[in-house]
């Protein structure tokens, strides 16, 4: 394990009920992400990424085994200090956009950080300047519905990114997109992740994805199959 | 967040719109009715005060208990010097002798012949009394119909209906046939100065109002009186206040030195407004009703707006997932739910009581008349019925308004609580 992991998983076991019995979700995962990383789970289907992304995102705990994140162990969370890492360490990303539409684009990405103690100049400095970066400050009145699927989803990571998480957890942020904003999605979240060193994880089984990720993570069945440095 | 959520509720219409509209029409019947039960409670209360009870009322043991037949032989003597007990005790009271009565009046045509012949309830007050506040108790003149105040002896005022209903008019003349003090009969000859309609009806079917003296002179009961009425200086009628007055009369004030040698069942008692004939049970019917209506409203505007809220937590369920995922804690999000329905139930209870206090106004003024409605009716009701403007309908429509709104959502938030975070994902991605 090494200084700057921001991810942990030890022995990981995720089990749901099913039937009379258990299904196994995810199968003894030993995995570390470290500070900085663009990295990616990758599987079939029902392989168990969103079932991994939720445990690190503390919207699930593992049933065995042990998954540290930011240095908190998820395990153990009460409900409001699972919201209080989300809150302050980490932003998700989804495949549908999941932006409210009864605000603008400006009120989206503000947000996330209206649960911090921001002052409201802060506030706007912040919010602009994430827009700046996903290249969407002209839209900041607009509403989502005006925008394209491709603008929506930067929004999305716009809104991700505005208070600056350690984690960006995005689960195939791409599978609603064409193959032309699928690449520029990806390459805004690489610039990001070059200059505010944020550690992006992805599950995808998109190609397009794949090319620009650091390393890729094989799931199948629940259990890590392959891990490869690209 | 509070600007937030603000500039939520303005924005999307389908969180606010219904629950507004809901709110203020609850808000709005709350303070229509609850105006409309105190006025005609409260009309009902101040008419029975100043036609049968008083505020509080003096009268023999004896004629107490047989109050509702005006048992005459069993009347207070010596009145005048009771009255002056009466003042001394009680100096900002205004204190009024009646005599009320029960007899057959006959409408004779040109040859002195019978023409018809009707039973009268009689009143006599002190009609023509330098001072005196019996005719502005009758509202009178106001009441009159046609012809004028009576001016002297012999001169009555006689219910337009009855008047009609025998063709007689003012200058008309007709006899009453009734039984004196001691049991006697009797007939005299009054002529009408004019005739009246109150607005009550029970009194409008058949009432003949004539001066004390008349009265007295007709059924030989001079210096007595079947009731001594009492009016308390306020300009609603005031239980407490009354009671209180009862008391200190039975302590002895005001009851003088001219009575306690009397006769036990002679003896006058005073009796409250609220302890005649029933107005103790219609005072707390009233309060009564208020307050059923609004718990009423409360429980059914809060299925309503629970069901609303419902739905509204479908329409918000991406709202309130990503607001999980983006860290905010579940209590938060409740919490800020509660404080939505604070502002949308304040919001709709401020339109709905501003519509319903502009209608109890123009209802109050315009009055809805009844008095069709209730020809049968012997008690005393206002033939017209109007809200009464009180304080309380500036804030009463709140109480259902807020409290549904709050407990609608509650109710309907508690989902928030049952969401599983690890699903979020997979409802979200649907
Ligand atoms: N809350 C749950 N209860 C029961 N079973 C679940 C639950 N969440 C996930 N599963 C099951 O766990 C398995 C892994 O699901 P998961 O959503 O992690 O797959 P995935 O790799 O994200 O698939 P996809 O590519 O379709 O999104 C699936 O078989 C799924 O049915
Ligand atoms: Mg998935």
Known sequence: ??????????????????????????KDINLTFGKGEFSGIVG??????????????????PTEGTATVL???????????????????????FQTYNLLPVYTVYENVEFALLLQKISAPERKKRVMESLQWVGLADR??????SLSGGECQRVAIARAIVKRPALVLADEPSANLDSANSHHIVRTMKELNRELGTTFLFSTHDEKVMQYLDRIIYLKDGAVEKDELC | MKKFLLKGILKDKGRSLLPVIVVSLGALLTVFLYSWVKGVMGDS????????????KVVTRAYARQADQYPNDLAILGVDTLLEALKAGFPDMDWAPRIRFGALADFPDSLGETRGQGPVAGWAVDLLGEGSREPERFNLPAAIVRGRMPESRGEVLLAENLASRFDAGPGDSFTLFGTTMEGGFTFVNYTIAGTVRFGATG??????????????????????????????????????MAQEVVSRFQAGAG?????????????????????????????????????????LFVLAMSIVLWNAGLLGGLRRYTEFGIRIALGEDKGHIYRSLLWEALV??????????????????IFHHVGFNFSSMMQQASMLIPGIMRPAITPAIYYIGFIPGVLSMLLGNALAGRGIYKRQTSRLFNELEV
């Open chain 1, 71 to 93: 240095g908190k162990k998820i395990n153990v969370l009460s409900q409001k200090e699972a919201a209080a890492l989300r809150n302050n360490g980490i932003g998700f990303i």
């Open chain 1, 140 to 145: 900041a009145a607009s509403r989502p519905a």
């Open chain 2, 255 to 295: 009851s003088g030195d001219g009575i306690s040698g009397q006769d036990q069942e002679y003896a006058p008692v005073m009796i409250t407004l609220g302890r005649q004939a029933g107005m103790a049970e219609m005072l707390v019917y009233a309060e009564a009703i208020s307050g059923m209506l609004i718990f």
């Open chain 1, 1 to 26: 394990m090494t200084d700057n992991a921001i991810v942990t998983l030890r022995e990981l076991y995720k089990r749901f009920p099913a039937g009379k019995g258990t299904f196994t979700a995810l």
């Open chain 2, 203 to 240: 009194l409008d079917r058949g009432a003949v109002l004539m001066d004390l003296q008349d009265a007295r002179a007709a059924f030989a009961m001079e210096d007595a009186a079947g009731e001594i009425l009492g009016f308390l200086p306020v300009f609603h009628y005031d239980d407490r």
């Open chain 2, 45 to 56: 209360i101040e008419m029975s005060s100043n036609f049968d009870t008083g505020d509080v």
């Open chain 1, 44 to 61: 079939p289907s029902g392989s168990g990424k969103t079932t991994l992304l939720n445990i690190i995102g503390s919207l699930d705990t």
């Open chain 2, 344 to 361: 949308i139930g304040s919001i709709g209870s401020i339109l709905g009581t501003f519509v319903g206090v502009v209608f109890v106004y």
